[in-house]
């Protein structure tokens, strides 16, 4: 039923299908089996991209074959999108663009659907359509403060949060908007580990548990 919704045109048809339609599949998940359910769902999708060497060597906007990638990364990047967007935003911007005339379903039109949105969607949007895989986050301890470096290209991440655990058991989340190549974030003495995006709101690459060294950080 999903796939009826759109009617994808371009260089990201598969995306706007395939990965459309992986994304649907979440809501019933969800609305059928709870909220567990559907973090399973979303983990898996992850896994299902990360060992799919030939999803990680294609790009969205560039999938004529349909690789793979479209389906679990796609659906990966709606997900994060609508996240960053706000659902109503989200929701009204994908109607825009399922009642797009035939001959306006490529993907500017896409983006143009989410009306005073637009820009925000394509910044988003622009690394994860355009670029191959997914970002990786590695950490770079300090005197008080940790760097997180982007390293396989800076994507826009709003509303990162990462969990501070210190020696003591207490942990401190601080949530940062990521978009350059480092960036510096304050966590204060006493660390035992650093955990980036805890809630699992991305889809990352590498780590994301982090041991920070005795001495570093403190």
Not at 46 to 69: E, K
Not at 157 to 186: M, Q, Y
């Amino acid at each position: 039923v999903a796939h009826l919704w759109t009617r994808p045109s371009g260089t990201t048809r598969n995306f706007l299908s395939e990965g459309w339609a992986t994304y649907a599949e979440s809501l019933v998940v969800a609305d059928r089996y709870g909220a567990e359910a559907a973090r399973w769902f979303w983990r898996d999708q992850a896994r299902l991209y990360l060992v799919n060497a030939d999803a990680a060597r294609t790009a969205l906007n560039n999938d004529p074959m349909n690789s793979g990638v479209s389906y679990a990364k796609g659906a990966w990047v709606l997900a994060m999108l609508e996240r960053t967007l706000g659902q109503a935003a989200f929701d009204q911007g994908m109607r825009a663009f399922v009642a797009s005339p035939l001959g306006h379903t490529g993907y500017d039109d896409f983006v143009q659907a989410f009306g005073a949105d637009a820009d925000k969607a394509r910044r988003f949007l622009a690394p994860w359509v355009e670029g191959r895989g997914a970002p990786r986050i590695t950490v770079e301890p300090g005197i008080g403060h940790v760097v997180l470096v982007q390293n396989d290209g800076a994507y826009w991440l709003p509303d990162f949060a990462v969990a501070i655990e210190r020696t003591s058991g207490a942990v401190d989340w601080v949530r940062v908007d990521l978009e350059a190549a480092r960036t510096e974030i304050p966590v204060g003495v006493d660390v035992a580990r650093i955990r980036l995006d805890p809630a699992e709101a991305y889809l990352l690459k590498g780590d994301r548990v982090v041991e920070i060294a005795k001495g570093a950080g403190s």
